[in-house]
């Protein structure tokens, strides 16, 4: 066998190609198909974006009406001037007996700021009005009668009783901050007004800082004043000619400055969202 020639020996070579990493694969490809997405399909301007969702708001509180007649039962909000007490007392401070149904019997103190504010109020009140109005008239001189037993009690007075002095009692009212209506009446068998008061006399007015009416003549007397003489019978306190004057701007209000009837008067107080209530011995 003849040798057979050779040329140069050669390595077999290996084609490379460039692979790119998959991460900017995978990046490309969500590109493009976002790309023909948005292409396909345009979302109009009034229906890009999602609305606004407003959460819903839980129920706004309102008054617990139960708990207020529950916490009015137990708070003795109405009085009368006393039969064993002298006239001419001081008006007493105003008291939040509770608030928001709970009993607080809290003093509010004087502030001489705002004193002198309410003292101009009522002398620029007291200018105002022209007279009283007679809300309801006492019984006839020869039948028994009750007073008034109603909220909003300031003090009381006696006047001379030579007649039925509306008038003095009225003048007298005019004198007694916060006051706004009176009740009129004789008392009769008070051992203090007929020999141990200097005044001497036993027609008494009761001033109040609330309007009331002949339904709320409540007080028939019945008390014993009269000390006990051995074995005689003690005679007991009566009241007659039980009559109402109130502040004739009050009967029929005009609007405060500033301000404008929106509803009333009505039967019933509001019952909105937030409204919080408190009970006062006076207005």
């Not at 009368?80 to 001419?88: E, I, L, M, V, W």
């Not at 002095?165 to 203090?192: H, I, K, P, R």
């Amino acid at each position: 066998m003849n040798p057979v020639e050779q040329g140069p020996r050669h390595r077999p070579r290996l084609a490379l190609r460039h692979r790119p990493p998959r991460m900017l694969i995978r990046l490309l490809a969500l590109a493009g198909l976002l790309g023909c997405s948005s292409a396909s399909s345009i979302v109009p301007p009034a229906l890009q974006g999602a609305p606004h969702q407003i959460p819903d708001s839980p129920p706004a509180p309102t008054p617990n009406n139960s708990l207020i007649v529950q916490t009015a039962n137990q708070v003795d909000q109405k009085a009368g001037a006393p039969f064993d007490a002298p006239p001419n007392l001081d008006v007493p401070p105003t008291m939040v007996t509770a608030l928001d149904g709970k009993i607080t019997n809290t003093s509010i103190p004087d502030i001489p700021a705002a004193n002198a504010t309410r003292r101009g109020a009522v002398e620029r009140f007291r200018k105002r009005q022209s007279g009283f109005e007679n809300i309801f008239h006492g019984l006839p001189a020869n039948q028994h009668d009750a007073s008034i037993q109603g909220t909003a009690y300031l003090t009381y007075t006696v006047v001379d009783n030579a007649t039925y002095n509306v008038q003095a009692c009225t003048d007298w009212c005019t004198t007694v901050q916060g006051c706004v209506f009176v009740n009129l009446y004789y008392e009769f068998n008070n051992f203090l007004l007929d020999f141990v008061f200097s005044e001497k006399s036993n027609l008494k007015c009761a001033a109040y800082g609330d309007v009331h009416s002949a339904d709320e003549k409540l007080n028939f007397g019945g008390q014993a004043s009269y000390p006990q003489v051995g074995n005689e019978t003690i005679p007991l306190t009566f009241i007659t000619q039980s009559s109402g004057w109130a502040v004739d701007s009050l009967v029929n209000p005009d609007s405060p400055d500033g301000y404008e009837l929106v509803f009333g008067p009505t039967d019933g107080a509001n019952n909105a969202p937030g409204v919080g209530k408190g009970i006062l011995t006076q207005h």
